[in-house]
């Protein structure tokens, strides 16, 4: 009895005995009240009383929010697979594992979402890169990154099987995994984008909207991508199997035909469908069987510059492309011929109706219009050795165009799939080395079952039931033998084989297939006779079910997902697959290339018929041979089946289950019954439980050693090993534990998936640990090669920067020591000099004193000798006076004596006496005057001399002011500017010597080591005065002459020399204005000739002219007065040569 709670999730078993009804999953409302209220997964309400307790069943923990891997799932049955998908489903989790990390492939279920999720974008691509399955939500990327990533590991080949339902999304899937491994090719190349390209070129001519699918693929497909060693995309090949050709005829309500016809229709210009005689899509007639021409969600004209822009990525030209669309109109025009009836010989008959359309078909498949009328309504076969042109009834008539039209659409897709495998394959290189690995992907019709099943639909299931076997063989055929031979513990799952059912399609001798094969051949196998072989040879068989009856034209196969009724009428016709000879006849009439090549291989097969023109009779016989060398459909079919199966055989395999959710191509709408219906022909079920149950993981002893020794330290390689086996299980206990469920067979080691993950992250530790210690050798090797050289170069720095520093030290050392000696020796030159200099004045001051003392002496002498001189002088001219006055006197006395004579004659004597003394008074008084004032004159002229002496003296001993002299010399050249640096515009060319002197570098030399005081040094000695006493010839003094100079100032051995100073000096009182101008002897002219600027300044300083000048001026200096000038002690006695 189960005890229920509000809110527990159970199974409710409805039991409506319906097939593919199984419990649904609901939620526990009510239970208090006796009965129970349940809401289940679809909204409904249920009561159930105790009595059908039996109904419902608690759920397991993992079935009540889903898992990713289905493996996990606690209720292992249909009802549980089936609520994980819905309830992922409704969370927008459209993918979901089945036993995911599995040694023989991954299988993912996807559900078809029908709207656009937002995980396929290039960051999604990027999540999924290079991670393991079961690492991320499961995800079409992560089959994809599986599979690229298993090929680059394994170096294996890989294959990805989609399979589902039509609408179920396998063309979808197909093209994520291309875009993804596209992506993660990256390499952005003109080959990814052909390959991608190649997709709308197929779809266009391949796909077509149907009842449920929109835009269904009519034709099976394998594209085998290849990559180069470094996992580029390299090319590919694409593989197409068995296009649905009727539906170029046909088309069943709701439905379209191949989308290239409209999107041609409604994409071209009005021109080219002029050229082509085209209309509109509801013109003809095998576009509008299905009563549709429009498909929602697809923009036609759009598509078809889709469609040519690929075309042109894949190197179709543009005459092929015209040749493409000659064909397609033709067939559209040939649908639209009318037909009508004739009686012929009493035999139904049919006429092709002339209309333009004929005409049109005609003129484009390049055939003569006759011709193709009477090959669409006749007939020719051989009876009896005679040819005859049957007439064809209008059934036949039509089938007979129809067939052509087919035969035609048919070939022109074989050609544009081998059109676009010459532009993306490249056939492998020959070279041993090169090894190129592929990814393929099958996307092939999944099983179907209508209500009538025709011939193509049995090859359809005959692919499907090869792909379950290939799938059985994988997931559960293999593995259990392989348990068996390795002798594990193992118990037997039990699963549904096809095999059987296999064989009796088309393995065993006499197989259905062979049948229908041989039947086709034969030439007067009907499909009622090869009903009826079919029946006897298998009646038996419990996968054939016969017709009920005789009447019966069906007959059913129990396929692996359920019986199939196939209707075997025109069986026989469909395998034949052949044209028949007046077509083929006509085709090689037509003068157009392209559609001759399209049937290059019916024309091929018919070698009687092309020699002999179009009307003659050939052999039915010989049709009939060469017919034999034409494979059947199936035959064809089952060859590139088996081809195909190979192919995937050395492959690793990875399955795509598809589901529909519903039939309405509506999101979020899960049809339980149709999903289960598909999980139950997927064998869904069987493969989760034996992946459950089985050991999907698998080493033999050799990989298992190599993988995981890194794990035990010190277990050699497996080569190295002589108990490999026993190294397996050392490992396996110690890191699985010995009781755990993993197995040893005799050459292999089994795993669950856990044990591959505890021991693949002990591997990932260890490995990463062996990293870390090679890195960090590596590291350290390298940092320490690193160090070396940088210490190497550091020292070398190092080198020479302490040479430099210690070369820089040594000079500025160099320089102090330098310095300090010269300041030594200087120190002790100048001790030296003073002493000698006290010693030298010392001298001078005796040499001077007996000098001074001699010139006293002479002096003194001279003195008085002066004075005795001056004395006697002025004793003499006292003398002299005293004697005038005598002699004036004596002549006074006279004088009386002669007047009182005179006198005394005249009066008294005693009165003369008188008279001559007053009168000789008188002048006595008078000579007494005038030598007072003799006496008065004379001090008077002392005292002016003597001052005059004084004034003399003193202005010899006045200094000289020489700034006030040169003043007064040049005073006419006006006021220099006082600003230094100032001093004025330079002259032109002068402007560099004119900057203000630049600060010298100071060098405080004496900082260190003062020099000792220096005495007050008495410059008085070194007057220009005294220099010129000393130096200067002649008796030439310091004082400015204004006449010329005999001899020069200075001494000179040259006469040159000597010249030259006199010279100077001549032009320095030239300058002074002292001396008159030269008179040049070239100057007399009157300015009719030209003399040279050069010659005169020859003629004026050359040394002849000087020498005559001078000694002219000489001479005539003899003459002139002379007014000396005192010249200053600074003022250049002469420039530099004097
Ligand atoms: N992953 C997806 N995301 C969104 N829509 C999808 C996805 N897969 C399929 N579909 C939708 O389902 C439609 C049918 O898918 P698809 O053509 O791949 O089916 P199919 O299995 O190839 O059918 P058929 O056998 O008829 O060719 C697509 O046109 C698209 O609208
Ligand atoms: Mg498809």
Known sequence: MVILQQGDYVWLDLKTGREFEVPLGAVVKLCDSGQIQVVDDEGNEHWISPQNATNIKPMHPTSVHGVEDMIRLGDLNEAGILRNLLIRYRDRLIYTNCGSRTYTGSILVAVNPYQLLPIYTAEQIRYYTNRKIGEMPPHIFAIADNCYFNMQRNNRDQCCIISGESGAGKTESTKLILQFLAAISGQHSWIEQQVLEANPILEAFGNAKTIRNDNSSRFGKY????????????????????????????????????????????????????????????????????????????????????????????????????????????????????????????????????????????????????????????????????????????????????????????????????????????????????????????????????????????????????????????????????????????????????????????????????????????????????????????????????????????????????????????????????????????????????????????????????????????????????????????????????????????????????????????????????????????????????????????????????????????????????????????????????????????TKIFLKDHHDMMLEVERDKAITDKVILIQKVVRGFKDRSNFVKMRKSVMLIQRYWRGYRCRKRFSAMRLGFCRLQALHRSRKLFTQYHFARKRIILFQARCRGYLVRRAFRHRLWAVITIQASVRAMIARRLYKRLKGEYHRRLEAEKMRLAEEMRLSKEMSSKKAKEQAERTHQERLAQLAREDAAREIGERKEARRKKE????????????????????????????????????????????????????????????????????????????????????????????????????????HDDEGDQLASLAVWITILRFMGDLPEPKYHTAISDGSEKIPVMTKIYETLGKKTYKRELQALQGDAEVRPRWPIKIGKNFPPEPSRG
């Not at 999107?263 to 899509?281: A, D, F, N, R, V």
């Not at 393929?440 to 193509?456: K, M, P, T, Y």
């Not at 029946?535 to 009856?549: D, E, F, R, T, V």
């Not at 004034?951 to 005073?971: I, T």
């Open 223 to 746: 594209i085998d991508i290849h990559f180069n060693k470094r996992g580029a995309i390299e090319g590919a090949k694409i593989e197409q199997y068995l296009l649905e050709k009727s539906r170029v005829c046909r088309q069943a309500n709701g439905e379209r035909n191949y989308h290239i016809f409209y999107c041609m229709l409604m994409g071209m210009s009005p021109e080219q469908k002029k050229k082509l005689g085209l209309g509109k899509p509801t013109d003809y007639t095998y576009l509008t069987m299905g009563k549709c021409t429009f498909c929602d969600g697809r923009d036609d004209s759009k598509e078809y510059a889709n469609i040519r822009s690929a075309m042109k990525v894949l190197m179709f030209t543009d005459t092929e492309n015209g040749e493409i669309s000659k064909l397609m109109a033709a067939i559209l025009h040939m649908g639209n011929l009318s037909y009508e009836p004739r009686m012929y010989d009493n035999l139904d008959s049919c006429e092709v109706v002339y209309s333009g359309q004929l005409l049109t078909a005609a003129t484009l498949l390049e055939v003569d219009c006759l011709d193709l009328q009477n090959c669409l309504t006749s007939r020719t076969i051989i009876t009896r050795g005679e040819t005859v042109s049957t007439p064809l009834n209008m059934v036949q008539a039509l089938d007979v165009r129809d067939a052509f039209v087919k035969g035609i659409y048919g070939r022109l897709f074989v050609w544009i799939v081998e059109k676009i495998n010459a532009a993306i394959y490249k056939p492998p290189s020959r070279e041993p080395k090169t090894v190129r690995r592929s990814i393929g992907l099958l996307d092939i019709f999944g099983f179907e079952n209508f209500h009538a099943n025709s011939f193509e639909q049995l090859c359809i299931n005959f692919a499907n039931e090869n792909l379950q076997q290939f799938f059985v063989r994988h997931v559960f055929k293999l593995e259990q033998e392989e348990y068996n031979l390795e002798n594990i513990n193992w118990q037997h799952i039990e699963f549904t084989d096809n095999q059987d059912a296999l064989d009796m399609i088309a393995l065993k001798p006499m197989n259905i297939i062979s049948l229908i094969d041989e039947e086709s051949k034969f030439p007067k196998g009907t499909d009622t006779t090869m009903l009826n072989k079919l029946n006897s040879q298998h009646k038996l068989n419990a996968y054939y079910i016969p017709p009920k009856n005789n009447y019966e034209t069906q007959f059913g196969i129990s396929h692996f997902a359920g019986i199939v009724y196939y209707e075997t009428k025109g069986f026989l016709e469909k395998n034949r697959d052949t044209l028949h000879g007046d077509i083929i006849q006509l085709v090689h009439s037509s003068k157009n290339k392209f559609i001759k090549q399209i049937f290059q291989a019916d024309v091929a097969m018919f070698p009687v018929a092309l020699v002999t023109p179009l009307s003659a009779p050939f052999s039915f016989l010989q049709g009939a041979e060469t017919r034999k060398r034409s494979p059947t459909l199936s035959s064809q079919f089952k060859r590139s089946l088996e081809l195909l199966m190979r192919t995937l055989g050395v492959c690793q395999p990875f399955f795509v289950r598809c589901i529909k959710p519903n039939e309405y191509k509506k999101s979020m709408l899960f049809d339980r019954e149709l999903c289960v219906r598909q999980l139950r022909y997927s064998g869904m079920m069987e493969t989760i439980r034996i992946r459950r149950a089985g050991y999907p993981i698998r080493y033999t002893f050799v990989e298992f050693v190599d993988r995981y020794r890194v794990l035990m330290p010190g277990v050699k390689p497996a080569y190295k090993q002589g108990d490999l086996r026993g190294t397996c299980q050392r490992i396996a206990e110690a890191f699985l534990g010995r009781v755990d469920d993993w197995q040893i067979g005799k």
């Open 948 to 1051: 005059m002496l004084q004034q003399l003296e003193k202005a010899r001993n006045e200094p000289v002011n020489d700034s006030e002299m040169v003043d007064k010399m040049f005073g006419f050249l006006g006021v220099p500017s006082v600003v230094p640096g100032h001093e004025g515009q330079p002259p032109a060319g002068f402007e560099d010597l004119e900057r203000s002197p630049r600060p010298m570098d100071e060098e405080d030399l004496d900082a260190s080591l003062p020099l000792p005081e220096e005495e007050e040094e008495d410059l008085s000695e070194y007057k220009f005065a005294k220099f010129a006493a000393t130096y200067f010839q002649g008796t030439t003094t310091h004082t400015y002459i204004r006449r010329p100079l005999k001899v020069p100032l200075l001494f």
